[in-house]
């Protein structure tokens, strides 16, 4: 927590007196309460001078207690009309915030619609709010020696969540045992939950790449696309294949080699100063260049860190155009997808990188061959 407020210094704007954070990242970073109560209303207050204090409901202020550096901490309570805005309103006149400008997380899973408009009646005409949505997340893109540390392990979990997927995708297996051995590992690992749903999918469902229910036995010939992550004290390290089982089609291994060198061609883009935008546009050449052009993603990929519920994104995001500066310390998700609705073929190869003053660095030590089981 140290790192993180150090990194406050010189991020506030002129007249700018504090953040309404609502983003459970942000009050993660930088003070480690670790809770999934954002679903519910809460703030962090953080004030120029340092001070800090949370508004939350009775259920979370053991996890405070437990996880956070936070002394002050305000209840809010469950009763039949409740407007936490008003607590939160209470909150900030107990520190002197009438007349302050301060930022607030609009951009965020924690501050609904439903909410924010209790919140912008209730401080109407009592301080200024500024949407300061990427002034934490700005921050945390960055990560540090520590961080990184975090996100190795992840790593390491989720190559080990990998071994286990392969070790038991063949003809006749159960997705249901697959899925439950690769999150076992992560577990047994010392991981967490990641951020939202492994992705599992055979046959048809492999070219979805997103969670759905139901569960099914791998056909004799089947296809299966993985995408996970380890996680590991919130940090995130994320993977993508899609398996072969049985005798693999020619154009299965078509488009995983079409993969492979669209990969590598984002790997030489990541690097220190270039523009995100820069690797969206060596992914897209590679795949156009070899007639799957209309097979592919808007996207191939985002930045990873400590993140909850419901998604494991940690924007910004690869795409044409986006003119974000990659830096040194920044860990990214890079994803090559390729899916044939009229072939009912699928492929994606992916992996966590680290940017380094070199270009970048894998985190797995799984190389990137093409899997086939039989």
């Known amino acids: 927590m140290k790192i993180a407020n150090a990194r406050l210094v010189g991020i506030w704007r002129p007249g700018d007196d504090g953040l309404l954070m609502f983003r459970q990242e942000s009050m993660y970073y930088l003070t480690g309460y670790d809770t999934f109560g954002f679903s519910m209303f809460q703030c962090l207050l953080l004030k120029t001078d340092g001070s800090i204090a949370l508004l939350t409901r009775a259920p979370d202020l053991p996890t405070a207690r437990y996880t956070s550096n936070i002394n002050d901490v305000r209840i809010w309570v ?71 540390v975090y996100i190795r392990k992840a790593a390491e979990l989720a190559d080990e969540a990998l071994d286990e997927g392969i070790r038991l995708s063949r003809p006749g297996a159960f997705e249901g045992d697959i899925l439950a051995a690769m999150q076992g590992a992560v577990f047994r690992g010392g991981g967490d939950y990641a951020g939202n749903e492994f992705i599992i999918g055979s046959r048809e469902s492999a070219l ?40 693999p089609k020619p154009k299965s291994i078509e488009m995983y080699n079409v993969c492979r060198e669209a990969l590598a061609a984002c790997q030489d883009e990541v690097r220190p100063g270039n523009p995100m935008g820069a690797v969206f546009d060596a992914q897209a050449k590679v795949i156009d260049g070899a007639g799957y052009g209309k097979h592919r993603f808007n996207a191939c990929g985002y930045g990873l860190g400590a993140v909850y519920t419901p998604l494991w994104v940690d924007p910004p995001m690869f795409y044409h155009g986006n003119p974000f500066v990659m830096q040194e310390n920044m860990v990214f998700f890079l994803h090559m997808i390729l899916v044939d609705r009229d072939a009912k073929l699928a492929m994606s190869l992916g992996h966590t990188v680290l940017v380094t003053p070199r270009g970048c660095e894998p985190l797995s030590r799984r190389p990137l061959d093409l899997i086939i089981s039989e």
Not at 126 to 140: G, K, Q
Not at 210 to 215: E, I, K
């Open 208 to 247: 979805i790449a997103r969670y759905v229910t139901g569960r099914r036995r791998l056909a004799n010939d089947d296809q299966l696309t993985l995408e996970f992550a380890g996680a590991y004290r919130r940090y995130h390290a994320c993977m993508m294949h899609t398996l072969l089982v049985g005798r």
């Open 78 to 148: 469950d009763r039949e009309g409740m407007n936490p805005a008003q607590d939160l309103k209470d909150l900030l006149i107990a520190h002197t915030c009438q007349g302050a400008r301060l930022g607030i997380e609009l951009a965020s899973y924690g501050l609904t619609a439903f909410h924010w408009r209790q919140v912008e009646a209730a401080l109407a005409g009592f301080c200024e709010l500024i949407d300061a949505s990427h002034l934490i997340s700005d921050l945390r893109a960055i990560k540090s020696r520590a961080e990184i």
